[in-house]
Nanobody, 127 residues
Framework: QVQLVESGGGLVQAGGSLRLSCAAS????????MAWFRQPPGKEREREFV??????????TYADSVKGRFTISRDNAKNTVFLQMNNLKPEDTAVYYC??????????????????WGQGTQVTVSS
């Protein structure tokens, strides 16, 4: 089993920045793809893809809505993945979830393709 714990969420003004972290524990040695999804308020059944990063960290992909503003990275020695969010907008308000797929590079926008999920961290951007 793998446990994922997100942190770093909070309240920020539009144009501000936040850095989310996701710490993994348990059976973390298998190569994996890490990703961030988010669930906006009022959309309890809809988690939208934000970004993904390969096991090596050399490959990343982003949703068009965050491209150029968000950066995903990882530190495998610390079993941690990060999401640096700059120039935040009110429409970025959501619960952000960290997730893992047990394949070295398998970015997917389908939540069912991922094996483990964190509990989420709230990000609120005020206008």
């Amino acid at each position: 089993q793998v446990q994922l714990v997100e942190s770093g969420g909070g309240l920020v003004q539009a144009g501000g920045s936040l850095r989310l972290s996701c710490a993994a524990s348990g059976r973390t040695l298998r190569p994996n793809t890490m990703a961030w999804f988010r669930q906006p308020p009022g959309k309890e059944r809809e988690r939208e893809f934000v970004a993904a990063i390969s096991w090596s960290g050399s490959m990343t992909t982003y949703a068009d809505s965050v491209k150029g503003r968000f950066t995903i990275s990882r530190d495998n020695a610390k079993n941690t993945v990060f999401l640096q969010m700059n120039n935040l907008k009110p429409e970025d308000t959501a619960v952000y979830y960290c997730t893992r797929r047990t394949t070295p590079w398998g970015p997917s926008k389908n939540t069912q393709d991922y094996d483990y999920w964190g509990q989420g961290t709230q990000v609120t951007v005020s206008s």
